[in-house]
């Protein structure tokens, strides 16, 4: 599967966009090259990967689409409740170290996203569906025509996820239509919309705004964030990252390892090192206790956060992760759902996978 990673390590030039290249030069200018908020974000957008023999494979972060008759393109599912619906492979710049980074380029048609709408309606188990991509954001009218088309045909969906880094990579793309687009359906939806900050610099004053009006309009919002090699790796930045993040009152979710893909070597910290963060930052007493998100992984068989008894062991340079999914019930909701060869059942139909650790 090839993508915009092999162009990157191949041309030695990633691509970004004006928003991204101004961010940077207001970094160097106001802070300096060996400041955090210069590497907060030259380390996300500007730094070339290694072309190296690595353990790191060509692939998907996981294999979760559904197959088979009368199901349509753009759909996949690990969970229960919820459905990812991948809209479009487009986003406003390319981060090097992102976990969709090998997906084949496509955009859905209209007839598609009214299969998909359709889909979801027809699913008794499904309350909720993730809108992702790519950067839904940056397609508002297929954003718009699907989630409309949901509130019409599917009556089940109670919550519809948006994840996107667009009001971070280049806020002046976003279009305001949105703000009354999503006030219309509050009483129908409740619509959370998930960003993904690595570092507080990119909290500029566009970008709080944008924020700011979506929270007016009724959207709920939250925030992911990914443990990288000299963006985020060390406590003062967290810190700062997530007292920023509470002071615009988006809710933590998960702070997740990289994860394991060609190109990511030198963003990858240690399984470890993630621990002994994530340890000190809810320990330190610097930061509210609302302000704390879960560890976790994005392991072949899905999210796991790392509690006391997740790690069960060791292969070489890979961690054993016990996991509560259990394949009975994969099957029950995505009848086409194969465990891959990382992962193997427990006696009591849990699954085990194998995880790829990083290096500090």
Same mark, same amino acid.
């Given at each position: @599967? ?7 390590? #191949? ?59 009368? *199901? &349509?393109?753009?759909? +996949? ?6 459905? *990812? ?19 084949? %380029? ?35 009218? #297929?954003? =718009? ?14 919550? *519809? ?9 280049? &806020? !002046? @793309? /976003? ?5 009354? /687009? /999503?006030?219309?359906?509050? =009483? ?17 004053? #566009? ?13 709920? @919002? ?22 920023? !993040?509470? $002071? ?18 030198? /963003?990858?910290?240690?399984?470890? %090192?993630?621990?002994?963060? !994530? #340890?000190?930052? +809810?320990?330190?007493? =610097?930061?509210?206790?609302?302000? %704390? ?44 759902? =194969? ?15 194998? $995880? ?5």
């Amino acid at each position: @599967m090839a993508g915009f990673l092999d162009s990157i390590i #191949k041309n030695q030039c990633c691509k970004t966009n004006r928003y991204v290249n101004e961010l940077l030069e207001k970094a160097r200018k106001d802070f300096g090259e060996d400041s955090s908020e210069y590497k907060g974000i030259y380390h996300q957008y500007f730094k070339i990967p290694r072309n190296t023999k690595s353990l790191l494979k060509n692939r998907r972060h996981y294999e979760a689409e559904v197959s088979g008759t009368g *199901v &349509p393109l753009g759909i +996949e599912r690990l969970y229960r409740r919820s459905v *990812v619906i991948d809209l479009l492979s487009a986003c406003a710049a390319e981060c090097v170290y992102c976990l969709r980074g090998y997906y084949d %380029k496509f955009v859905l048609s209209g007839d598609q996203i009214r299969d998909v709408a359709r889909y979801c309606g027809n699913d008794k188990f499904l309350q909720e569906v993730l809108i992702t991509g790519g950067d839904p954001m940056i397609a508002p009218s #297929k954003l =718009k025509l699907l989630i409309t088309e949901l509130a019409s045909v599917a009556p089940n969906i109670k919550i *519809v996820r948006i994840g996107t880094r667009l009001p971070v990579q280049d &806020p !002046i @793309m /976003f279009d305001t239509s949105l703000f009354g /687009f /999503f006030e219309s359906l509050k =009483k129908r939806f409740i619509i959370e919309i998930g960003i993904q900050v690595n570092h507080y610099f990119e909290l500029q004053d #566009k970008t709080r705004e944008i924020i700011n009006r979506l929270q007016v309009a009724g959207c709920r @919002m939250y925030c992911q964030n990914v443990i990288l090699k000299d963006v985020n790796d060390n406590l003062e930045a967290l810190v700062r990252l997530y007292d920023e !993040i509470r $002071y615009l009152g988006l809710s933590p979710h998960y702070l997740f390892h990289a994860v394991p893909m060609i190109g990511t070597d030198d /963003f990858r910290t240690s399984v470890q %090192k993630g621990l002994d963060l !994530i #340890k000190q930052l +809810e320990s330190c007493g =610097k930061i509210s206790g609302r302000a %704390k998100p879960f560890y976790a992984l994005m392991t072949d068989v899905g999210k796991v956060i790392l509690y006391d008894g997740t790690i069960v062991g060791r292969q070489g340079n890979y961690i054993l992760v016990k996991t509560s999914y259990r394949l009975s019930d994969r099957l029950l909701w995505n009848p086409s759902y =194969k465990l891959p060869a990382s992962a193997f059942l427990n006696d009591d139909d849990t699954i085990t996978v194998k $995880y790829l650790d990083g290096n500090d």
